[in-house]
C-alpha cells in the first residue's frame, strides 16, 4: 500500500524563501503536497480546515513570530507538528520553542532537502506517537475511573450488607496501636457514632470474665507461624450493666520473613448474637424438660403397671376362694366386698387416666350449671372420708355462713377437692390434721385444703402439677399413685377459671393447697340445677340386652331381672335382631361396638319394624362425648349410657320408659 503523501503547511512572509523551500520539496523522495501562506491570519484560516499533516513556519512573520502563531493555534485547537525556520543567529528561542509545543527548528540558511525531509518526517512520527500515547492514557483512565466506580459500589454494597446483616467492621493497626470501627461497630459497643476508639475502649467494653480469653485468641491471631485468623465469642458489659453476646472474626496480615516477620494489620467483623444465644438457651431448656416428661412418662408406665396389678392380685384371689368356698356365704360376702373395692379402685385408676388423656387432648368437656359450693364440699368430703377415718385423721371443715354459688360442673368440681383431700390423708402421717376452709374474697372463692403431713420439698413446688410429677421418695415409702391427680386439679380448676397455688415449708412441715374459683354473680343465668328422684319402679318391662362380651351381658341381664324386669340376653347383633322378632322388647340395651352387626345397625333395624318404632333403644359405650352422644341419637336411640352402668341409672331409665 502506497503512503498517502505527507501535506505540508509552508507560512512564510518571503516569496523567495517560499519558492526555496519549494525547490527542496522537490527535491524530497517522499511524497508531499506543499501549501503556502503568506500572512499569518490567512494562516490561521487554512489551519482551521486541518487539512495539514506538518506546519513549517517562518520565525518572523512581520507582526509577530511564529511562535506565536503556533500558541494561538494550539489555543484554538489546531495544532500539528511544527518546525519553525528561523533566520541567522536566532537559536536561543529553542527552549521557547519546545515550550510552545514545536518539534523542531531549523535555520533557514543551513537547509537542505535531506534535513528537511528527515525533520518533517521526525516531527510527525513524534506526533503519532504522542497522540498515540495520549490515546493511551486517556483509555487507561477511563479504566481506572470504571475500576473505582466498581469498587465504590462493592464497597457500598458490602456496607449495606453489614448494615442489614447488623455487622460491624473493625480495623486495628498492631503496630500504631490505633483501631478503627464503623458506626455499627460502635452501636453493638454501645457507643455513639462520635466516640474515639481505642485498644482500651474496647477492652474495657468486654465482659471482665471474657477479657483473658479475648486477649488470648487476639494473641494467637498475630501469631507468625499462624494463618492469622480468629474466631471467639464473647459477652460485651455495657456501662449500663446489660450484657451482650458477641461473635467475632478476624484476620490478621504480615509483612517480613523469618524473625522480621510481623503482623501489620488485623481487620475483621462483630456481630450481636445475643438474641441466637437466648434462643440457643431456650431450646436447650426445651429439650431437657421433654426428656425429662419423657423420663416421666415412662416411670408413669411402671407404676401405672404396678398399680393396676394391685388391685388385679386380690381380684384373681378372691374368684379362687369363692369357687372354693362357694357354699359359705359369709366368705363369699366377705371376699366379694374386697373384690369390690378393688374393683373400684381400678375403675378410678383407669378413669383418671382417661380424663387426663382427654384433657390434654382438649375433649374435656364441662357441664356448668348453678351450683351450691357447700354441696360440693359435701360430696367430695363423703367421698374421701374412708380414707380420711381410715388413717385416723382428723378433719375440720369451715364454710362461710352463707351460700356461695358457682357456675360449675359438679362432679368435676367434686373431683378437684377430692383428689386434694384424698392427698392430703394419704401424705399425711396417721393422726394427722387435715383443715378445709372455704372464705369469700370479693368475686372469689378461696378453697384450701392444708394438713400435716409429710410435706413437699422445695424445689418440686414448681413442678408438682405436671402429670406424672411425684416426690421421688415417696414410692420407695410404700405410697402410691399416679402422679396424676393434681394435673387434674389444676386443669379442671383452670377450666372452671380458677387457678390452684401450692405452699410448704418443706419435708415434714406439712402442705397447703389453694383453690380460687370465681363466685357466680346475680347478672349470671346458668341452668338450674336439676335434682331428680328416682322413681320406684311401676310396670315390668321386657328388656333385651345385645353385648359382645358375655360377661358384662349376663351380668347387665342379671341386674335387670333383679329390679323385678323381664329379661332377654344376645351375644351378638344378629341374634340379638332374632330374638327381638319373638321377644319385642320394650327396652332394647344395645352395646355400639360389635363384630357384623354392630349396635347401630341393629338399631336401625329395630327402628324398621312396626312396634320398633314405640321401643326405647340404649346405647351402652365407653365413649360419652357429644359427637359419640349425636350419633347415637341420629341411629335412632334414645337414650346413652356410658360403662360402666350404675343400677341406679339403668332403675331410673327402666321406670321412665321413653320419657328423658
Ligand atoms: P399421686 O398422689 O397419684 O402421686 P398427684 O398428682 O395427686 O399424684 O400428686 C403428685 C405428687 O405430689 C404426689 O406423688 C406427692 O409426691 C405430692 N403431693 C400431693 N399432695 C401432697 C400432700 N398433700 N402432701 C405431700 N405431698 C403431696
Known amino acids: 500500500m502506497t503512503e498517502a503523501p505527507i501535506r505540508v503547511l509552508l507560512v512564510e512572509d518571503d516569496e523567495d524563501d517560499y519558492l526555496l523551500a519549494r525547490d527542496l520539496f522537490a527535491e524530497m523522495h517522499g511524497a508531499y503536497t506543499l501549501d503556502w501562506v503568506a500572512d499569518d491570519q490567512s494562516a490561521l484560516e487554512v489551519m482551521r480546515r486541518g487539512q495539514h499533516d506538518v506546519y513549517l513556519l517562518?520565525?518572523?512573520?512581520?507582526?509577530?513570530?511564529?511562535?506565536?502563531?503556533?500558541?494561538?493555534?494550539?489555543?484554538?485547537?489546531?495544532?500539528?507538528?511544527?518546525?519553525?525556520?528561523?533566520?541567522?543567529?536566532?537559536?536561543?528561542?529553542?527552549?521557547?520553542?519546545?515550550?510552545?509545543?514545536?518539534?523542531?527548528?531549523?535555520?533557514?540558511?543551513?537547509?537542505?532537502?535531506?534535513?528537511?525531509?528527515?525533520?518533517?518526517?521526525?516531527?510527525?512520527?513524534?506526533?503519532?506517537?504522542?497522540?498515540?500515547?495520549?490515546?493511551?492514557?486517556?483509555?487507561?483512565?477511563?479504566?481506572?475511573?470504571?475500576?473505582?466506580?466498581?469498587?465504590?459500589?462493592?464497597?457500598?454494597?458490602?456496607?449495606?450488607?453489614?448494615?442489614?446483616?447488623?455487622?460491624?467492621?473493625?480495623?486495628?493497626?498492631?503496630?500504631?496501636?490505633?483501631?478503627?470501627?464503623?458506626?455499627?461497630?460502635?452501636?453493638?459497643?454501645?457507643?455513639?457514632?462520635?466516640?474515639?476508639?481505642?485498644?482500651s475502649v474496647f477492652l474495657e467494653r468486654v465482659h471482665p470474665d471474657d477479657r483473658a480469653a479475648t486477649e488470648q485468641r487476639i494473641a494467637e491471631a498475630f501469631d507468625p507461624s499462624g494463618d492469622g485468623t480468629s474466631a471467639i465469642d464473647y459477652r460485651l458489659q455495657w456501662p449500663n450493666g446489660e450484657v451482650r453476646w458477641i461473635k467475632a472474626q478476624g484476620k490478621a496480615f504480615f509483612e517480613g520473613k523469618g524473625d522480621k516477620r510481623r503482623a501489620v494489620r488485623f481487620i475483621g467483623t462483630v456481630r450481636d448474637i445475643t438474641q441466637e444465644k437466648e434462643s440457643q438457651a431456650r431450646i436447650h431448656a426445651l429439650v431437657e424438660e421433654l426428656r425429662q416428661a419423657d423420663r416421666r412418662k415412662d416411670e408413669f408406665l411402671a407404676v401405672l403397671a404396678h398399680e393396676l396389678r394391685n388391685p388385679l392380685a386380690p381380684v384373681r384371689t378372691g374368684l379362687e376362694v369363692m369357687k372354693l368356698a362357694a357354699r359359705d356365704p359369709d366368705t363369699v360376702a366377705e371376699v366379694r366386698s374386697t373384690m369390690e373395692r378393688q374393683v373400684d379402685q381400678l375403675v378410678r385408676l383407669v378413669d383418671d387416666l382417661l380424663e387426663v388423656s382427654r384433657i390434654t387432648r382438649g375433649k374435656m368437656e364441662l357441664r356448668k350449671q348453678r351450683v351450691e359450693l357447700a354441696d360440693v364440699v359435701q360430696t367430695a368430703i363423703e367421698a374421701c372420708r374412708p380414707s380420711i377415718d381410715e388413717l385416723a385423721h382428723t378433719l375440720t371443715?369451715?364454710?362461710?355462713?352463707?351460700?356461695?354459688?358457682?357456675?360449675?360442673?359438679?362432679?368435676?368440681?367434686?373431683?378437684?377437692?377430692?383428689?386434694?383431700?384424698?392427698?392430703?390423708?394419704?401424705?399425711?402421717?396417721?393422726?394427722?390434721?387435715?383443715?378445709?376452709?372455704?372464705?369469700?374474697?370479693?368475686?372469689?372463692?378461696?378453697?384450701?385444703?392444708?394438713?400435716?403431713?409429710i410435706g413437699i420439698p422445695h424445689e418440686m413446688l414448681d413442678r408438682i402439677f405436671n402429670m406424672f410429677t411425684q416426690v421421688e421418695r415417696l414410692h420407695e415409702m410404700g405410697y402410691r399413685g399416679l402422679g396424676i391427680g393434681l394435673t387434674l386439679v389444676k386443669s379442671l380448676t383452670e377450666m372452671h377459671g380458677g387457678r390452684v397455688e401450692v405452699y410448704s415449708a418443706g419435708l415434714d412441715q406439712g402442705s397447703e393447697f389453694v383453690v380460687r374459683l370465681p363466685i357466680l354473680t346475680d347478672g349470671d343465668d346458668p341452668k338450674q340445677i336439676q335434682h331428680s328422684v328416682i322413681p320406684p319402679p311401676a310396670v315390668v318391662r321386657r328388656v333385651l340386652v345385645v353385648d359382645d362380651n358375655q360377661a358384662a351381658a349376663d351380668m347387665l341381664s342379671r341386674v335387670v331381672a333383679m329390679l323385678g324386669h323381664q329379661v332377654c340376653t344376645a351375644y351378638d347383633g344378629d341374634q340379638g335382631l332374632e330374638m327381638a322378632r319373638e321377644f319385642r322388647p320394650d327396652v332394647a340395651i344395645l352395646d355400639l361396638g360389635m363384630p357384623t352387626t354392630d349396635g347401630y345397625c341393629v338399631a336401625r333395624r329395630l327402628r324398621e319394624l312396626p312396634w320398633g318404632r314405640s321401643a326405647v333403644l340404649v346405647a351402652l359405650t365407653g365413649w360419652g362425648q357429644a359427637e359419640d352422644r349425636r350419633r347415637t341419637k341420629e341411629a335412632g336411640f334414645d337414650h346413652h349410657l356410658v360403662k360402666p352402668i350404675v343400677p341406679e341409672q339403668l332403675q331410673q331409665l327402666l321406670a321412665n320408659g321413653r320419657t328423658k
Open 397 to 453: 371443715v369451715s364454710l362461710p355462713p352463707h351460700p356461695i354459688y358457682l357456675n360449675a360442673d359438679p362432679h368435676r368440681l367434686t373431683q378437684v377437692i377430692s383428689n386434694l383431700l384424698n392427698n392430703a390423708a394419704k401424705y399425711t402421717l396417721n393422726h394427722g390434721q387435715i383443715w378445709l376452709t372455704v372464705v369469700q374474697q370479693d368475686a372469689e372463692v378461696v378453697l384450701t385444703v392444708k394438713d400435716t403431713g
Open 58 to 199: 517562518d520565525y518572523r512573520l512581520g507582526r509577530r513570530t511564529g511562535l506565536d502563531l503556533l500558541r494561538e493555534a494550539s489555543a484554538l485547537g489546531f495544532a500539528r507538528p511544527t518546525i519553525l525556520l528561523t533566520g541567522q543567529g536566532e537559536r536561543e528561542i529553542d527552549l521557547e520553542a519546545a515550550e510552545a509545543g514545536a518539534s523542531d527548528y531549523l535555520e533557514k540558511a543551513r537547509l537542505d532537502a535531506t534535513l528537511l525531509e528527515r525533520a518533517i518526517r521526525y516531527a510527525r512520527d513524534r506526533w503519532r506517537h504522542r497522540l498515540e500515547l495520549e490515546r493511551r492514557v486517556a483509555e487507561r483512565t477511563i479504566e481506572l475511573q470504571r475500576a473505582n466506580a466498581a469498587l465504590r459500589e462493592s464497597e457500598e454494597r458490602l456496607r449495606m450488607a453489614f448494615e442489614s446483616a447488623n455487622i460491624g467492621a473493625w480495623d486495628f493497626d498492631p503496630i500504631n496501636k490505633s483501631l478503627r470501627w464503623s458506626d455499627r461497630c460502635k452501636a453493638i459497643f454501645g457507643l455513639p457514632p462520635d466516640a474515639e476508639v481505642t485498644y
